[in-house]
């Protein structure tokens, strides 16, 4: 990948992660940039197939032309939100931007602070589900253990839904 910075965007197709992806495009990728949604799926998707070949260092860097195209995805076994597919599109067009997915299998917390150092990416940007302050203590949280160990910038974007304890 030559040229221009590596901007993860962690990515579960939910609509923090969405929003992110959006906040992402609009204030931090420029032209030239590489976009790199980083999915983590969990530990039960690696048991079969191809994934066992990709257990430790996550699946090849995938380029948009066939992370959009279900007979790919279908291997991955992970069916791509299309309003994930329809942004990204347009946005390569836009900005001139490369977009590529990659996925990892285990801890969101553990495989996120892994693609930073693996791709390696410049900065992250991931949403927050907002989780009260009970969920968060019993549950933990993703950003905030991302935000702790990363070694590359990272922005949260918060879900705008208030969370209830």
């Given at each position: 990948m030559a040229g221009g910075k590596r901007l993860g965007v962690a990515i579960d197709f939910s609509p923090c992660s969405i929003k992110a992806l959006k906040w992402a495009l609009d204030n931090v990728v420029k032209q030239g940039d590489h976009l790199i949604l980083v999915v983590i799926r969990p530990d039960e998707y690696n048991e079969r197939g191809e994934m066992l070949l990709w257990e430790t260092t996550g699946s090849p860097l995938i380029p948009l032309a066939q992370f959009s195209d279900p007979?790919?995805?279908?291997?991955?076994?992970?069916?791509p939100e299309?309003?994930?597919?329809?942004?990204?599109?347009?946005?390569?067009?836009?900005?001139?931007?490369?977009?590529?997915?990659?996925?990892y299998w285990g801890d969101a917390r553990e495989k996120l602070c892994e693609a930073i150092e693996n791709i390696p990416l410049d900065s992250i940007t991931m949403g927050s589900r907002g989780l009260g302050t009970l969920k968060r203590a019993i549950m933990g949280s993703v950003s905030n253990y991302v935000v702790?160990?990363?070694s590359c910038p990272v922005t949260v974007v918060k879900s705008s839904e208030q969370p209830n304890n």
């Amino acid at each position: 990948m030559a040229g221009g910075k590596r901007l993860g965007v962690a990515i579960d197709f939910s609509p923090c992660s969405i929003k992110a992806l959006k906040w992402a495009l609009d204030n931090v990728v420029k032209q030239g940039d590489h976009l790199i949604l980083v999915v983590i799926r969990p530990d039960e998707y690696n048991e079969r197939g191809e994934m066992l070949l990709w257990e430790t260092t996550g699946s090849p860097l995938i380029p948009l032309a066939q992370f959009s195209d279900p007979v790919v995805m279908k291997k991955y076994e992970l069916k791509p939100e299309p309003e994930v597919i329809d942004i990204v599109t347009t946005a390569t067009s836009q900005k001139n931007i490369e977009v590529l997915l990659k996925i990892y299998w285990g801890d969101a917390r553990e495989k996120l602070c892994e693609a930073i150092e693996n791709i390696p990416l410049d900065s992250i940007t991931m949403g927050s589900r907002g989780l009260g302050t009970l969920k968060r203590a019993i549950m933990g949280s993703v950003s905030n253990y991302v935000v702790n160990n990363a070694s590359c910038p990272v922005t949260v974007v918060k879900s705008s839904e208030q969370p209830n304890n």
